[in-house]
């Protein structure tokens, strides 16, 4: 089975047709990390492409915010003005989909997937620091997760915790070959809101039998997904940031 995995798409549909475009042909099976909506402007068109697609799916934190805006959250007032603006967006049927999503950990036969890490969805997982506790938390060879927004991936062979890096600004994919003894967590990076300082919109590809994951990067059409940002009267930073990649 060759899985897709995507994470943080954010309603940024420019970013979500490229990567689709990019990956046609080299996979299966579509699975998702969450944060489906929020921040960008096609919340509706991206739930119900998801809707249709995903085959596994664990909830983010924006897709339960924004489907929940009347409940505590800790968003900042930037994201708060997107959930805001994506709940009124989102029709009776789209938000029960959203509201209706698992929180992970999703268990499947070889992988488990989770919006922020193993043991809390809001968790961020950025350093070695965070990734090295997470070990006692895998009940499968692979975890994949997202949330932070920064693509790539960490190994536990028996010689300790090893770094997978995503491609460079000059590249458009990285391959690794997986070890038999190892374990893995992934973050495929985010479709619709890179922070790695990488515009382009990441993520990655499982093909189990060759036992590969490729992290892969796609240009797209940032001045779109902008100029989709700043006619729905949502905050300018989020048009902005889209082409600085932070
Ligand atoms: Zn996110």
Redesign the pocket.
């Known amino acids: 089975m060759r899985r897709l995995i995507l994470s943080?798409i954010?309603a940024n549909l420019e970013a979500l047709e490229a990567v689709l475009r990019d990956a046609a042909g080299r996979y299966d099976e579509i699975l998702c990390c969450g944060?489906v909506v929020?921040y960008n402007a096609s919340p509706g068109e991206v739930v119900d492409w998801a809707r249709a697609h995903v085959a596994h799916i664990v909830r983010?934190?924006?897709d339960r915010v924004c489907s929940h805006p009347d409940e505590w959250n800790d968003f900042n007032s930037i994201a708060w003005a997107a959930a805001v603006w994506t709940h009124g967006r989102l029709g009776p049927d789209q938000l029960a989909w959203l509201r209706a999503l698992p929180r992970g950990p999703l268990y499947l036969d070889d992988c488990q997937l989770v919006h922020g890490s193993p043991e809390d969805e809001d968790e961020y997982l950025v350093s070695r620091f965070d990734i090295l506790p997470m070990h006692n938390f895998l009940q499968r060879k692979i975890c994949f997760f997202?949330?932070t927004?920064l693509q790539g991936g960490w190994m536990w062979t028996r010689g300790g915790l090893a770094e997978l890096e995503p491609p460079r600004r000059t590249e458009a994919e990285r391959v690794y070959e997986l070890d038999d003894d190892g374990l893995y967590m992934i973050n495929p990076g985010?479709v619709g809101?890179p922070r790695d300082r990488d515009p382009r919109a990441a993520y990655a590809l499982w093909d189990a039998a060759r036992r590969t994951i490729a992290f892969r990067r796609v240009p797209y059409d940032v001045e779109g997904a902008q100029s989709r940002i700043l006619s729905a009267g949502l905050p300018e930073n989020l048009a902005h940031r889209l082409a600085l990649g932070r």
Do not use: E, M
Request: aromatic share 0%.
């Open positions: 943080d954010h944060d929020g983010g934190n924006h997202g949330h927004h985010s809101q």
